[in-house]
């Protein structure tokens, strides 16, 4: 059983899912402000930045699904080693 299953035993309390959701949101947001980049926007409530979109296809931190995230930030984190490397074989 993974910690996600073991955290939602019980989860029958509207409480414990309000709080569940409220964890998800906040770390969404600290993912968002903490990316990397400067060309993120969220004056209209949005978690969206202008780079990804760039870089990557659009990228709303606040919607995109998680696993979906997880491989961007994969996929960035790998270009950036690539360029990284090819600027030390210059």
């Not at 990397?36 to 995109?64: I, N, P, V």
């Amino acid at each position: 059983m993974a910690d996600y299953e073991r955290y939602l035993i019980g989860s029958e309390h509207p409480q414990r899912i309000v709080a569940l959701a409220r964890e998800i949101f906040t770390l969404r947001k600290m993912l968002w402000l903490n990316h990397g980049h400067k060309g993120m926007y969220g004056d209209d409530g949005e978690m969206q930045c202008s780079e990804c979109m760039h870089e990557l296809g659009f990228w709303d931190w606040k919607r995109t699904p998680i696993e979906e995230i997880e491989s961007k930030i994969a996929k960035a984190n790998l270009k950036k080693l690539a360029n990284k490397s090819l600027k030390n074989d210059a």
